[in-house]
């Protein structure tokens, strides 16, 4: 059973920083991803990252969060900095390999102006 569990989510002031961490079982994903959700809204994507390392990031959040990843250990990782309350949302892992996408169970992240 294909597994990803998210880590690192918590409360924390706005300007602050917070990171997230992945881990996946079994092998290497293509593609891993962060997504959000917040109260009332619908999942967006907040960053994405290739195998090889090319990257990309929802508008919102460039310049404040990096995504990067240990492939060695199968992990993606969020670094937040200078949040802001609407960075407020559960955040999920999403990764793909063979085709098939597999969520993470999300990580509560909260940010307090």
């Known amino acids: 059973q294909v597994q990803l569990v998210e880590s690192g989510g918590g409360l924390v002031q706005a300007g602050g920083s917070l990171r997230l961490s992945c881990a996946g079982s079994?092998?290497?994903?293509?593609?891993m991803d962060w997504y959000r959700q917040a109260p009332g809204k619908q999942r967006e994507l907040v960053a994405r990252?290739?195998?090889?390392?090319?990257?990309i990031y929802a508008d919102s959040v460039k310049g404040r969060f990096t995504i990067s990843r240990d492939n060695a250990k199968n992990t993606v990782y969020l670094q937040m900095n200078s949040v802001k309350p609407e960075d407020t949302a559960v955040y999920y892992c999403?990764?793909?390999?063979?085709?098939?996408?597999?969520w993470g169970q999300g990580t509560q992240v909260t940010v307090s102006s």
């Open positions: 079994g092998s290497i994903f293509s593609i």
């Open positions: 990252i290739t195998s090889g390392g090319s990257t």
């Open positions: 999403h990764g793909l390999r063979g085709g098939l996408g597999y």
